[in-house]
């Protein structure tokens, strides 16, 4: 933000103390950067999150039984329902069973705990191996 007022600069500044910290002048050229010459790759992004949004959402419904979620509308984070499960901890049985880090839903609210929160921002092989632990970790919670 550019300021001119300082007593509203003052004011704003108080405002952010411990949160915005401040601004560097490589972050201030990545804004720039981004606002003015990124379209075509945050178009090229925005598809890409989009095509591993519904791998997972075809994953969950077909491999992972018990599991459900909502179709993410905006974000590269899913909400996994694991209630169906019967785990006493979700999050702990999958980083244990498949070696796969997932947010625990306890993080979100104490009504959480049958939820874990799964980033799919990330490369489709990664997610791909992830899917694949996780739908052999609940094979061998069934055996």
């Known amino acids: 933000m550019i300021i001119q007022d300082r007593h509203l600069r ?20 990545a804004t720039r950067v981004a606002y003015s010459e990124a379209g075509a790759w ?16 075809d994953a ?7 599991i ?3 179709v993410p509308q905006s974000t590269y984070l899913a909400w ?11 999050q702990q049985f999958f980083l244990e069973q498949a ?10 609210g104490d009504d959480c705990n049958q939820f874990v929160r799964l980033n ?3 490369p489709r092989s990664l997610l791909e191996e992830g899917i694949a632990r996780m739908e052999r970790s609940l094979r061998n919670l069934k055996a």
């Open 10 to 29: 003052e004011r704003v500044n108080h405002a952010r103390c411990g949160m915005v910290d401040s601004v560097n002048p490589l972050g201030l050229e």
């Open 42 to 57: 945050l178009a090229e992004l925005s598809a890409y999150l989009q095509s591993n949004r519904d791998y997972l959402v």
């Open 120 to 122: 799919f921002g990330c």
């Open 60 to 66: 969950v419904r077909t491999r992972l039984p018990g």
């Open 68 to 70: 459900t979620m909502n």
């Open 99 to 108: 070696k796969v880090g997932l947010s625990p839903g306890l993080d979100f």
């Open 80 to 90: 996994l329902d694991c209630t169906a499960l019967g785990l006493a901890n979700p």
